[in-house]
C-alpha cells in the first residue's frame, strides 16, 4: 500500500495533506480537536472579465522593433511598457473557498493517543485516526468525482460517542452564513464579480443533528457523513441551488456507496502505471517527514522514489479532470486570497510543464481540461493578435487566467513582451495525437494549430542576414549584459522563440499530412527553413541569444534555449551530437553557478540528463528535488523570499519530477522507444507497468543489476519503430491489439503470455 503518513496533525498549511476531484479540493490538517479542511473550487477567482489591451501598441510597434535591431534596448523597453504593457497590468488572481472547520466537544481536555494521519495513494483518502480511552476514532475524506462532492466520514468505535460541530468561513468576500435546513448549513460571497457559495449537509448519520445559527452540530453518534459542494456564477446562474441540489443528491448514498464510486473511478486511471525498485521496506515504517529526511543523507531509499512518482500521478488525477480548468501555478490547491504570481497559468514553462507527465504515465484523459482552455486562449488570442499586433490568427504572452485572457502581464520586461505563449501551449496537440493516435482530436484541435502558425506569417520579420525572426522578444526571464556593461532584456530570436517556432511548423505539417490539409503548409515549411539555427558559443555551450552575451545570472532558473533537448527532440545524442554535447555544456555551466534552485527549475533538469541518458545526474537531480524543494506532505515548493515561511507550493516540480523518472525507463521520439536509456545506477532492480510510448502503446519492463530482463509491449495501433535497448537495436512492426515479448538482447520471445 502506497501511503503517505504521519505521527502528528499538520500545523502549516505545507504540511496538511490533499484531495481534489479535479474541480473541489481541500487540504486536511488533520487535528482531532480542532480539525481544519482547506476548501477549494476551481473557479472561484478574483473579479471579472475585463479588456486589458493596451491601444498604443499597434501604432508603436514599428518603432520597438527598429529600436531593438538598432541595438537601442533600453529606449525599446521603456517605450514597451507604456504602450505595449497591459491596462490595467494584472490579470485576475484564484482564490481560497474557505474553511471547514471541525470542534470535537469531548475531546478538549485529553491528548489523544495512537494518532496517525495518511493519505492512502491507491484510494485518494486522507484518513485521520486516533484512540481515547477504549474508543477508536476514525476520519476519512476523499474527493468524489463520480458524485461531484467532498465526503468526510467519522467514526467512533468503543464507548463514547462521536460529539462535535461544524461551520463555514472565508476570511474576505463573506456575505452570508446560514442554516439552509435543520441538516445542512452554507456560505456564500462575491469576489467582485464572481459569486461563489458552498454547502454542507449530514448524510447518513445514526446520531442526532441540529443546526443552530451557522453551525451544524451532531451528537451520539457512531458515525457520521459530512458532503460537501460548492459553486460559482463562472458557471451556474444559480450557483446555491447547484450546489444544494448536488449534495442532497449524494446524501442519499450510503457512505460505502459514495466511497466505492470514489474508488472505482480513481482507481480506473491510478492503477493503470506499476512502478516498483528493490527497497529495503523498514524504510515503510518511518513517518513520511522522516522518511524524507533521511533521504537527505544517502539517498538510498528506493521506494521513496517511486512513492515520489506515484503522488505526482495522483496530483494529476485529483487536480485536472474533464470538464474542469486546467491545473494553476498550484495545481487545484491554494489557501490564498492573492496568492504570489496570483497562482494563474504562467505559460513560458510552468503549466506546460504541469501536463508534461499525462500520455507517458498514462493519464491521457486529464489533459481534456487543457486543451479545452487552449480552444478559449485561441479565441482571447485572436483579438490580442489583431489589436496589439495586426496580425492574423491568435497569439498569447506569458500568462493567462480563468478568462483566457492572453494580453501581456506585470510589468516585467524579462518576461511580459513575450509573444510565444500559444505557440508554447499548442506543442502539447501533436504530443498528445502521437501518444494515443485519436484522429478526432486531432481535427478538433487542428484550427489551433494553424492559427498559431498564421499569426507568425505575419509577425516574423528579416533581419539584416535574411532570417526570420521574432522582435520584439525576451528569453523568459533572462537578462542579459552587452560588451559596454549595460544590461537588456528585450532582443530579436532568442533560441527558445526559434525552437518552438521549428516545433510549431513541423506539428503543423505533420498534422496536415495527417487530415489530407493543405492550405498554408508550404508556407510554414519555408518559414522554418529561414529560421536562424542554434549557434554554439566560445565556451561550447548552446547560444541563448543571437549574440554571445553574458548572462547576469549564470545560475538562471530559466533554461530555455535547451527546450529543443527538452520537451521536443531536436537535440539528441544520435542525430545531433554536437549540439547535444554543447548542450551538456550549458548544464554543467548552469549548475555551477547554483541553477536549479527551484523546484520546476530542478526537475527540468533531471528531464535534461535523461534525454542526454546520464541516469546517474538525473538521480543526482532527484534526489536535490526532494531533498531541498519538497514540502514534509511531498508537495513541491518555490523559495520565496518574505511569503510566510519564505517559500510557495508549486505542482511544477512534483509533474516534472513524475515525468523525469519514466524517462529514465522510457523514451520515445524521432521513430525510436529507448528502453532505460537513463537508468541510474541507484536503481539497479525494478520493474514498471503501464508507461505509454509515442505510437500509442504500453510498454512493461522488468530489469536487474542494471539490465533489461523482459519488456512487454501492448499497441493499441499499429506500430513500425526502432526499439533500443544499450547495444541491442531492432526494426519491429507491431500490430494493434496483440501482446510482444522481448528479452534483454531485443529478441521477441515467441508462445509466452
Not at 95 to 107: A, F, N, P, R
Not at 295 to 301: I, N, P, V
Not at 432 to 446: I, R, V
Amino acid at each position: 500500500m502506497k501511503q503517505i503518513w504521519y505521527k502528528q496533525p499538520a500545523i502549516y498549511w505545507e504540511e496538511a495533506l490533499p484531495v481534489g476531484n479535479g474541480r473541489l479540493g481541500a487540504m486536511v490538517y488533520g487535528d482531532p480537536r480542532e480539525e481544519s479542511i482547506q476548501l477549494n473550487e476551481e473557479t472561484v477567482w478574483s473579479g471579472e472579465k475585463i479588456d486589458r489591451c493596451n491601444p498604443a501598441s499597434r501604432e508603436h510597434l514599428e518603432e520597438i522593433r527598429s529600436l531593438v535591431f538598432a541595438g537601442k534596448v533600453r529606449e525599446a523597453e521603456q517605450l514597451a511598457l507604456y504602450a505595449m504593457a497591459g491596462t490595467p497590468q494584472s490579470q485576475r488572481a484564484y482564490q481560497t473557498l474557505g474553511t471547514l472547520h471541525i470542534s470535537h466537544h469531548d475531546l478538549k481536555e485529553e491528548e489523544p493517543d495512537a494518532y496517525q494521519r495518511k493519505l492512502l495513494l491507491e484510494d485518494a483518502v486522507a484518513v485521520t485516526q486516533w484512540r481515547r480511552k477504549e474508543t477508536f476514532y476514525q476520519q476519512k475524506v476523499f474527493a468524489s468525482f463520480p458524485d461531484d462532492v467532498l465526503v468526510i466520514h467519522l467514526s467512533a468505535v468503543g464507548e463514547e460517542k462521536l460529539s462535535f460541530s461544524c461551520y463555514l468561513d472565508r476570511e474576505k468576500n463573506f456575505d452570508h452564513s446560514f442554516a439552509a435546513d435543520e441538516k445542512t448549513i452554507t456560505f456564500d460571497g462575491d469576489t467582485g464579480g464572481m459569486q461563489y457559495c458552498g454547502v454542507l449537509s449530514v448524510g447518513a448519520c445514526d446520531g442526532c443533528v441540529e443546526t443552530i445559527g451557522e453551525s451544524l452540530i451532531i451528537t451520539q453518534a457512531t458515525e457520521a457523513t459530512l458532503i460537501f459542494s460548492a459553486a460559482t456564477s463562472f458557471r451556474q446562474k444559480d450557483p446555491f441551488t447547484f450546489a444544494l441540489q448536488t449534495v442532497r443528491k449524494a446524501c442519499e448514498k450510503e457512505n460505502d456507496e459514495l466511497l466505492e464510486n470514489h474508488r472505482a473511478d480513481y482507481r480506473r486511471l491510478y492503477d493503470r502505471v506499476t512502478l516498483e525498485f528493490d527497497s529495503d521496506p523498514k524504510w515503510e515504517e518511518l513517518p513520511t517527514d522522516q522518511r524524507i529526511a533521511a533521504f537527505l543523507e544517502d539517498g538510498s531509499d528506493r521506494g521513496l522514489v517511486s512513492l515520489y512518482f506515484q503522488f505526482g500521478r495522483y496530483l494529476m488525477i485529483s487536480g485536472s479532470r474533464p470538464g474542469g480548468l486546467p491545473l494553476t501555478l498550484m495545481g487545484l490547491w491554494n489557501e490564498d486570497f492573492a496568492p504570489p504570481w496570483e497562482s494563474k497559468y504562467t505559460i513560458n514553462i510552468n503549466t506546460e510543464m504541469n501536463y508534461w507527465p499525462v500520455e507517458i504515465c498514462n493519464l491521457s484523459e486529464c489533459s481534456e481540461p487543457y486543451f479545452t482552455m487552449l480552444q478559449r486562449v485561441m479565441e482571447s488570442g485572436r483579438h490580442t493578435a489583431r489589436r496589439m499586433y495586426g496580425c492574423g490568427g491568435f497569439m498569447a504572452h506569458h500568462n493567462i487566467d480563468i478568462y483566457a485572457d492572453t494580453e501581456p502581464q506585470d510589468r516585467y520586461i524579462p518576461a511580459t513582451f513575450w509573444v510565444m505563449g500559444g505557440a508554447m501551449l499548442a506543442q502539447q496537440i501533436w504530443e498528445h495525437y502521437q501518444f494515443t493516435k485519436d484522429l478526432e482530436f486531432l481535427e478538433k484541435n487542428y484550427q489551433v494549430l494553424y492559427e498559431a502558425v498564421l499569426f507568425f506569417k505575419d509577425f516574423l520579420v528579416e533581419d539584416e542576414k535574411g532570417q526570420l525572426v521574432t522582435c520584439p522578444s525576451v528569453s523568459p526571464e533572462n537578462t542579459y549584459r552587452k560588451k559596454d556593461g549595460s544590461t537588456g532584456c528585450m532582443c530579436a530570436a532568442p533560441t527558445m522563440d526559434n525552437e518552438l517556432l521549428h516545433q510549431l511548423f513541423s506539428d503543423f505539417a505533420a498534422a496536415s499530412r495527417e487530415l489530407g490539409k493543405t492550405e498554408l503548409v508550404a508556407e510554414a515549411l519555408e518559414m522554418d527553413k529561414k529560421l536562424p539555427p542554434f549557434q554554439i558559443g566560445s565556451r561550447g555551450q548552446i547560444m541563448e541569444w543571437q549574440e554571445e552575451y553574458e548572462e547576469t545570472e549564470p545560475g538562471h532558473r530559466h533554461i530555455s534555449h535547451l527546450y529543443g533537448l527538452f520537451p521536443c527532440a531536436q537535440i539528441t545524442l544520435e542525430n545531433t551530437p554536437k549540439l547535444a554535447a554543447a548542450a551538456r555544456i550549458t548544464l554543467e555551466n548552469r549548475i555551477s553557478h547554483g541553477g536549479g534552485y527551484t523546484g520546476w527549475s530542478r526537475a527540468w533538469l533531471i528531464l535534461f540528463w535523461t534525454r542526454l541518458q546520464e541516469g546517474d545526474k538525473a538521480y543526482e537531480n532527484l534526489r536535490k528535488l526532494i531533498d531541498k524543494s519538497t514540502f514534509p506532505n511531498m508537495m513541491d515548493y518555490h523559495p520565496l523570499d518574505n511569503y510566510k515561511r519564505g517559500k510557495i507550493f508549486q505542482i511544477d516540480g512534483n509533474l516534472g519530477g513524475t515525468t523525469g523518472i519514466a524517462e529514465m525507463l522510457v523514451q520515445s521520439h524521432n521513430g525510436q522507444i529507448l528502453l532505460l536509456p537513463a537508468l541510474p545506477e541507484q536503481l539497479p532492480d525494478g520493474y514498471v507497468k503501464g508507461l505509454r510510448v509515442r505510437g500509442n502503446a504500453a510498454v512493461d519492463i522488468t530489469w536487474k543489476n542494471g539490465k533489461m530482463q523482459e519488456t512487454v509491449f501492448l499497441p493499441d495501433s499499429d506500430l513500425t519503430t526502432r526499439l533500443c535497448c544499450g547495444a541491442y537495436q531492432r526494426q519491429v512492426k507491431l500490430q494493434a491489439g496483440k501482446q510482444y515479448r522481448f528479452d534483454e538482447t531485443l529478441t521477441e520471445i515467441k508462445g509466452k503470455c
